[in-house]
């Protein structure tokens, strides 16, 4: 199957910082999306993006297709955007072990 | 619009002992997953369910875990007997239809201890 790969593994983050996380997949995909788990488990699905480029408030993605990668961009970061990270390639969601982010005020 | 939700939140079991995890989706989401989340890793699918069909169970352990998703509605997965390693959180998800676009909705999951 499709293998996922994040980096990097952790970061952390002065309030107000600005990031950029990776993912990049072994094989053509039909669905990339990005998941936010915050610190109580809870997973909540960020963004659908296959390919291009998308922004909601102070998160974007772009994924490039072609080079089998997609980033998320955390600017202005608040400690609210604690959690892990993870990117999920193709329809039945095969996830990547994810990147931990803390933010500290 | 109520949430995927799933019961009991924790669960610690002996090994060797059977438990039970039950799911209940979004209404009208015909696609349900169970997933397995271990310490420290993403998510791994179990089972995907279409209505009230297999679709994919290719990487559950079926000789000690079992699912079902009777009526198309709620769903429950049962492991017996539980060993160690099946330590975990166990996540429901359901779409309306399994296209990404649709989006994803998981429940809070249940973190099982096995002892």
């Known amino acids: 199957g499709i293998q996922v790969e994040q980096s990097p593994p952790d970061l952390i983050l002065q309030e107000g910082a600005n990031s950029t996380l990776r993912c990049n997949f072994s094989d053509s995909v039909n669905n990339l999306q990005w998941f936010h788990q915050n610190p109580w488990g809870q997973l909540i699905n960020l963004f659908y993006?296959?390919?291009g480029t998308k922004q909601n408030g102070r998160l974007s993605a772009t994924t490039v297709a072609t080079e089998r990668y997609s980033l998320l961009y955390i600017s202005s970061s608040q400690t609210t955007d604690s959690g892990v990270y993870f990117c999920a390639a193709n329809y039945k969601l095969s996830f990547g072990a994810g990147t931990t982010v803390t933010v500290r005020a | 619009e109520a949430g995927v939700a799933q019961s009991p939140r924790y669960k610690i079991i002996e090994k060797r002992q059977s438990v039970a995890f039950w799911c209940n989706p979004i209404?009208?989401?015909?696609?349900l997953y169970w997933y397995q989340q271990i310490l420290g890793q993403g998510p791994k699918l179990l089972i995907q369910f279409q209505n009230n069909g297999v679709v994919d169970d290719s990487q559950l352990p079926k000789d000690r875990f079992s699912a079902e998703r009777l009526k198309g509605v709620d769903s429950t997965l049962k492991i017996q007997p539980a060993k160690l390693e099946d330590s975990a959180v166990y996540l429901c998800?359901?779409?309306?239809?399994?296209?990404?676009?649709?989006?994803?909705?998981f429940g809070s999951g249940t973190r099982l201890t096995v002892v």
């Open positions: 209404s009208g989401h015909a696609t």
């Open positions: 993006i296959p390919s």
């Open positions: 998800a359901s779409s309306l239809i399994p296209r990404g676009d649709y989006g994803y909705t």
